[in-house]
């Protein structure tokens, strides 16, 4: 593990090495990608330090036992070897699932799509709960959400909403949670008192920069519209809403967020670069869905990924069999720990692929 650990190490300096020459300073695009690259390292290298002082100090201490021949000492450095040896191991657990190699997306903001699916009026108002939920777990890790567009239920909630989050790390928290949510409680409609089923589709990709997609403003048709919603007085009276229709593919994107037009516009425009990388991005996670039983991180949007039961305040989650029983503080935004264990989940699988490789 050592002489893997340098290599990292040496290719590390060699990054840091690069990231000085001029001329690679003018190229932005090799330099963003060369900051990403060295930023990920970081923590791999910290660990390598630490890992390489607990290798030597083992030296050291066996050294001690070798030579010394007060038994007080030996003892103490007996004790001092045994702790440090449990600490090695420990250390090479952490380290081996640190350089597993990980979705290149998950330093990404992410795009999140909740639309109501089958169950009316209480879909709608189910796929509400999701974005307050989502809206509350953001704000517990200080990312930035950003509405792009949406249309309200009849009575309540959002038979769609597309928003942006930003901050650090979000796709790689966020991916989890795309597919079919299903609810079951009695719905605010129901006059008997019935348990009712119904499920909003959650998709969550990977915001694609500028330099991702090469996106032609020739490609791009522009229409502005006026907004609807609560807005005030720029509603339904300035051209302020913005659609965006990419001829190529005939993808539609819009926006009405923003009262500034050129606000929707850019907002319309990352979710339309998004749209274009995700066909790409797709052919990746359908790579792994191949060799990952757990498919924790599959963009498969159609298939059936967790069950809110209300009567029973639980949450199943069925790629992984998890049930939890803290429904009221999950809605609220305690999710971390849903996340936490389909992580591990995925790590578990990727570090089988790494061993059969």
């Not at 390489?52 to 003892?75: C, G, M």
């Amino acid at each position: 593990m050592l002489d893997k650990l340098e290599a990292i190490y040496n290719r590390y300096l060699e990054i840091e090495k690069t990231m000085n020459d001029p001329d690679v300073m003018a190229d932005m695009k090799a330099y963003i990608k060369l900051s990403k690259d060295y930023k990920e390292l970081q923590p791999v290298i910290a660990a390598y330090k630490e890992y390489k002082l607990v290798i030597d100090n083992i030296t050291s201490a066996k050294e001690i036992l070798y030579q010394e021949k007060d038994e007080e000492f030996r003892a103490m450095a007996k004790e001092e070897l045994n702790q440090l040896i449990e600490k090695r191991d420990i250390m090479e657990e952490e380290i081996r699932i640190m350089l597993i190699p990980s979705d290149p997306q998950d330093g990404k903001n992410a795009v999140v799509e909740i639309r109501a699916g089958t169950g009316g009026d209480e879909a709608s108002i189910f796929a509400g709960d999701l974005y307050r939920m989502y809206t509350k777990y953001c704000e517990t890790k200080g990312w930035k959400i950003e509405l792009v567009d949406y249309t309200e239920g009849t009575v309540g909630g959002f038979k769609e909403i597309i928003f942006n989050v930003s901050g650090d790390n979000v796709y790689g928290q966020l991916k989890y949670e795309s597919g079919v949510h299903r609810v079951q409680r009695v719905p605010q409609t129901e006059t008997q008192g019935r348990v009712h089923t119904s499920a909003a589709s959650v998709a969550v990709l990977p915001e694609a920069d500028e330099f991702d997609v090469d996106l032609k403003p020739s490609d791009i048709r522009k229409d502005t519209y006026c907004s609807s919603g609560p807005g005030g007085q720029s509603v339904n009276t300035t051209y302020s809403a913005v659609r965006l229709t990419h001829i190529p593919t005939g993808i539609v994107v819009t926006c009405q967020d923003q009262k500034s037009q050129l606000k929707n516009f850019d907002k319309a425009l990352t979710v339309l670069r998004t749209r274009l990388y995700e066909q790409e991005y797709q052919k990746y996670l359908d790579e792994i869905s191949k060799k990952r039983k757990t498919m924790v991180s599959t963009g498969d949007r159609s298939a059936k990924v967790r069950t809110y039961n209300y009567p029973q305040s639980r949450i199943t989650d069925h790629r992984i069999n998890l049930t939890v029983y803290n429904l009221t503080t999950y809605m609220d935004g305690d999710i971390q720990d849903m996340i936490d264990a389909l992580q591990l989940a995925e790590n578990a699988e990727r570090l089988k692929e790494a061993v059969n490789v």
